[in-house]
Antibody, heavy 121, light 111 residues
Framework: EVQLVQSGAEVEKPGESLKISCKGSGYSFTSYCIAWVRQMPGKGLEWMGI????????RYSPSFQGHVTISADKSISTAYLQWSSLKASDTAMYYC??????????????WGQGTMVTVSS | QSALTQPPSASGSPGQSVTISCTGTSSDVGGYKSVSWYQHHPGKAPKLMIYDVNKRPSGVPDRFSGSKSGNTASLTVSGLQAEDEADYYC???????????FGTGTKVTVL
């Protein structure tokens, strides 16, 4: 079964660092791009960026450039989303998603279950 | 980059049809054949319903259809069923600098 399994919910304090994960299985992890999507409480979906795990080519949406780091470890079929200094405004549900097919990077059909990140003092 | 504009809500009775619009610009919706639609039930992962404006992924019922005219894309759900009640988001490619942009989201209610 093709699936993405994300790491569990996190509760952190402002200023702390955090790295959440998204593990792919059931397919060739290096052949499909992975996207990260944010949903703040009561708000809509926002694209954060994408990564091609095969060569770690990474692109960010302008709103997130410089605020998060997307990476991948192809040896363990896992993509990551990382913050160096969390803010309360980072409180949100974060989803990873896999592209629909190889070579297509604008539609995503396999989604992780989401990771809830809560940042509060 | 602003979000694409969708109506906040839409509704219909079981068996009826509902159409959701998604308005962007020539830099996103109007400029590419890369419009997708996602269904999102609260607390669950989003589900891809339409890609490339009007194509359905395997397993998506043909009650769901997509179209585009100029800078506006549309999703039509025919033969509404109770399980169609969800939030729907359009998404468009917006160029290599922006990547993608979501719509503001539409809550579909089955009366």
């Amino acid at each position: 079964e093709v699936q993405l399994v994300q790491s569990g919910a996190e509760v952190e304090k402002p200023g702390e660092s955090l790295k959440i994960s998204c593990k792919g299985s059931g397919y060739s992890f290096t052949s499909y791009c992975i996207a990260w999507v944010r949903q703040m409480p009561g708000k809509g979906l926002e694209w954060m960026g994408i990564i091609y795990p095969g060569d770690s080519d990474t692109r960010y949406s302008p709103s997130f450039q410089g605020h998060v780091t997307i990476s991948a470890d192809k040896s363990i079929s896992t993509a990551y989303l990382q913050w160096s200094s969390l803010k309360a405004s980072d409180t949100a549900m974060y989803y990873c998603a896999r592209s629909l097919y190889i070579g297509k990077e604008d539609s995503f059909d396999i989604w992780g279950q989401g990771t809830m990140v809560t940042v509060s003092s | 980059q602003s979000a694409l504009t969708q109506p906040p809500s839409a509704s219909g009775s079981p068996g009826q049809s509902v159409t959701i619009s998604c308005t962007g610009t020539s830099s996103d919706v109007g400029g590419y054949k890369s419009v997708s639609w996602y269904q999102h039930h609260p607390g669950k992962a989003p589900k891809l319903m339409i890609y490339d404006v009007n194509k359905r992924p395997s397993g998506v019922p043909d009650r769901f259809s997509g179209s585009k005219s100029g800078n506006t894309a549309s999703l039509t759900v025919s033969g509404l069923q109770a399980e169609d009640e969800a939030d729907y988001y359009c998404s468009s490619y917006a160029g290599s600098n922006i990547l993608y942009v979501f719509g503001t989201g539409t809550k579909v209610t089955v009366l």
